[in-house]
């Protein structure tokens, strides 16, 4: 049913529209004569707080091994469907020849990618995170899909607070040598 | 005491009443009431082992008076059970009348998580760069079942990993829960007992026999029936996580055995075949040969593009000139037990459209007494039943060669056969106007004057018929190659080009409707019929034929086989 919504007539205050330039005024002086809020973009940066989610990027852990398995779960959770992952195998000899598996490549589409952060939720190897970077221009849309190099650039090295695959050398260094368990 | 399916008996499980046939392992008989008793060491087509202990129950039969033998009745009347004190592995009993077990009591759940938190005691983290997760049992009883959080401060074992156990089989002992199923399938089936356990307690260590290697063309199965990620296939390791693969039931072409199988795939690309259970064909097994076939839909050989003379055409005017080069003829057909029942249907239609001789090529070669028969082709009887042929036949094609020579034959229609391996000599087949129509490249397709290029099984949809005369079909796993059609397809535009009365291009439900009118053998059937585990059919009409195939798993031939020549596969 339509609703009928009755129009009030004008004030005559209203009809002047001196209180409402008044109000404009009053608020335009008090931005002017009062604390700065806006910056010189882009020579000045603002500061991102820990928690903010900007890119995904792929990091390295302190002793600078990359810390992705390729194990896919952030391909299958990304709702958008934006990662796309080749996994691969770490060849024998490699000094992270135990850790067995790592992505031949990882592309993230950041033209699709909604910034949800449930790449980084899932990750059970905390390797993927929502970091700093917030400024994402391109010329065209190879250019916006990420590959794994671009990926751990932005990614940096992040601190590990469990370095498992380490322990997991050191014991098996351990049984070798004869010491600790079987 | 045996299964006997023609008896049930009744049972209760949780308060329900169930009827399951006689003799039925619980564990089954669980699953055939729609409730799961989760298991790690039971499979249905090994010996019971008893070793994991996660499939534990409570368990009562009625009870019976120790002097009189009479059955004890509680007040209203009704047998009193007698429940065992402790709880006992389901997979080690049978179905017997009345017998009673508790799957969701207290008990039963406090022992499902007891033996999770020892199974996964010494078990790596792995789960991240494991194969198996995703269908890993331990995974998913964990969630069921697990603590959530270990209780274990100790160091965990270290033990064996990246084990190269055979060619096709990589082996991780830490991952291993040490079920023995993979010993006793090696011991059981495979006969070839390689594998063994090393060592006591948690430090047993799945090994193989030193100097041996897991290496016979059944070691595959081991990596299907291993319940966590110990067992990997060296040639699907790393490749893709299962989450991704959609599974689509096929039959494997490896030989007329027909073992079912499932191709794996994501997004067209094939990434595995593994088996799919059926009780009267391969029961869970299949050959680790027939598995690496899904490599030829991306083979180097495969053929693209449609061509006449050599010079790339559109499919549509190759199909006009073959359609031209059929009707001008003298025209002879040379196929095999390679095209499926619906082709051969449809050719039979041709060779009525356009006369001609019909051939077929023999490829036969050396079976292994199981799952590979001696005949490579998966169809051979869907020719005797389509009416193609009524003789085996034979590898060579020398009756054809001397129509060729004698000028009797000039068009010869090829599906898929190399008419150079059967006799027919290139300078012949450069007078010939050969179309061929088939998937990979050879020395004929060289010669050929019209070449369509056809699709794989993987492709398609269509049937076949095995060994033992069972109608068996396959679904298209994956979209066929861009610009190609199925074989029926391209049969029923060349048909409509000849008769000049053009159909539309069937679906497997119209082909078999027409099918099922025209071949007595294979009348009130229809594809959707076939259904996923097949339809036995009445071979006896080809009883005397000298089939080549020899005993194997579910198989026994009617007469003494023929002697195979081998070689000239
Ligand atoms: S942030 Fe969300 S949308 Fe972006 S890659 Fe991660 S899961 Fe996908
Ligand atoms: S980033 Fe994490 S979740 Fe994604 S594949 Fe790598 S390890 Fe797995
Ligand atoms: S066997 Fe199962 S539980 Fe163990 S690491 Fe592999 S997927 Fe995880
Ligand atoms: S390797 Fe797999 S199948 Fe073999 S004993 Fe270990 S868990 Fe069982
Ligand atoms: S399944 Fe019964 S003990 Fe393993």
Redesign the interface.
């Known amino acids: 049913m339509a609703k009928v919504l009755e129009r009030k007539p004008l004030t005559f205050a209203e009809k002047t529209y001196l209180p409402q330039v008044l109000g404009g005024l009053k608020i335009t002086f008090k931005n002017m004569l009062g604390k700065k809020v806006t910056m010189e973009y882009p020579e000045e940066r603002p500061n991102i707080p820990d928690n903010y989610r900007g890119v995904p990027t792929l990091v390295h852990d302190p002793n600078g091994r990359e810390k992705c ?5 952030c ?2 959770v990304c709702p958008p469907k934006a990662i796309r992952i080749t ?3 770490i060849p024998e000899g490699d000094e992270h020849e ?4 790592a992505p031949q490549d990882f592309e993230i589409n950041m033209l699709r990618c909604i910034y949800c952060g449930m790449c980084q939720e899932v990750c ?2 905390e390797a993927i995170f929502l970091q700093d970077v917030y400024s994402l221009v391109g010329t065209s849309r190879e250019e916006l899909v990420f590959h794994k190099k671009k990926l751990y650039e932005l990614g940096g090295t992040r601190p590990d607070q469990h370095y ?1 695959w380490d322990v ?1 050398k050191a ?2 260094e ?2 070798l040598a004869g010491n ?3 | 005491m045996p299964e006997d399916a023609s008896k049930l008996v009744n049972i209760n499980i949780d308060g329900q009443d169930y009827k399951v046939p006689a003799g039925m392992n619980m564990v089954d008989a669980a699953s055939y009431c729609g409730v799961e008793i989760p298991h790690y060491c039971y499979h249905p087509k090994l010996t019971v082992a008893g070793n994991c202990r996660m499939c534990l129950v409570e368990m009562g039969t009625p009870m019976r008076d120790r002097s009189t033998g009479e059955p004890v009745l509680d007040e209203n009347g009704v047998q009193k059970i007698g429940w065992m004190p402790k709880p006992a592995i389901a997979c080690a009993s049978n179905a017997t009348p009345g017998l009673h077990i508790r799957t969701n009591s207290d008990l039963t759940k406090a022992c499902r998580t007891g033996v999770m938190e020892f199974l996964l005691v010494n078990h ?2 792995d ?3 494991c194969d198996q ?1 995703g269908e890993c049992r331990l995974q998913e009883f964990a969630t069921d079942y697990g603590r959530g959080y270990s209780r274990f401060v100790e ?5 064996p ?2 084990t190269v156990l055979g060619p096709r089989v990589i082996l991780d002992d830490e991952r291993c829960i040490l079920c023995s199923r993979c010993v006793r399938f090696t011991e059981e089936i495979d006969e070839n007992p390689v594998l063994g356990f090393t ?1 006591r307690g948690s ?1 047993s260590t799945l090994t193989c026999y030193p100097g041996q290697e897991l290496d016979s063309n059944y070691s595959l199965n081991t990596v299907d029936i291993c319940p966590v990620g110990a067992l990997t296939s060296t040639d699907f ?5 299962v ?2 693969l959609k599974p689509v039931n096929s039959i494997c072409t490896e030989s007329s055995a027909g073992v079912n199988t499932e191709v794996w795939s994501r997004e067209g690309k094939i990434y595995r075949i593994t088996p799919r259970r059926n009780d009267a064909v391969n029961d869970t097994w299949m050959a680790d040969s027939g598995r690496a076939l899904y490599k030829q839909v991306e083979a180097e050989s495969r053929m693209k593009l449609p061509r006449i003379s050599g010079n790339q055409v559109s499919l549509a005017e190759a199909i006009e000139r073959a359609a031209e080069l059929i009707k001008s003829g003298p025209t002879a057909y040379v196929a095999s037990g390679k095209l499926s029942v619906e082709e051969q249907f449809l050719l039979g239609k041709l060779a009525k459209v356009k006369p001609g001789s019909v051939y077929f090529v023999d490829h036969s070669r050396e079976g292994d007494s199981r799952l590979i028969s001696e005949d490579a082709t998966p169809n051979l009887r869907g020719g005797l039943v389509t009416g193609l042929i009524s003789e085996l036949p034979g590898e060579r094609l020398d009756a054809l060669a001397d129509a060729l020579k004698a000028g009797e034959v000039k068009t010869v229609v090829s599906f898929g056969e190399n008419l150079i391996n059967a006799g027919i000599g290139p300078e012949l087949l450069k007078k010939t106007d050969l179309v061929y129509l088939g998937t990979h490249r050879n020395d004929t397709t060289d010669l050929a004057r019209v070449l369509i290029p056809t699709l794989t099984v993987f492709e398609k949809a269509g049937s076949f018929i095995n060994r033992q005369f069972r109608l068996q079909r396959f679904l298209q796993a994956v979209p066929g190659l861009a610009g190609l059609l199925p074989d029926v397809v391209v049969l029923t535009r060349i048909l409509g080009d000849i008769s000049g009365d053009k159909t539309p291009d069937p679906s497997m439900t119209e082909l078999w409707a027409e099918i099922a009118q025209a071949i007595p053998a294979l009348k009130d059937l229809s594809f959707a019929k076939i259904g996923d585990s097949g339809v036995e059919l009445d071979g006896s009409a080809y009883d005397n034929l000298p089939f080549h195939e020899k005993p194997g798993w579910h198989y026994e031939p009617k007469l003494e086989p023929a002697t195979t020549s081998g070689s000239s596969f």
Not at chain 1, 98 to 101: F, Q
Not at chain 2, 155 to 159: D, G, L, S, Y
Not at chain 2, 237 to 241: E, I
């Open positions: 398995v390729s194990c896919q779960l391909e299958f996994p691969g195998s135990h850790v067995e598996k059970p190897e498992k997991k014991a098996e351990e049984a600790g368990h079987h | 790596p983290l789960c991240p760069i997760a160091e965990k074992n270290v033990k990993k990246r060592q430090h390791r790393f490749k893709m996580r989450w991704f």
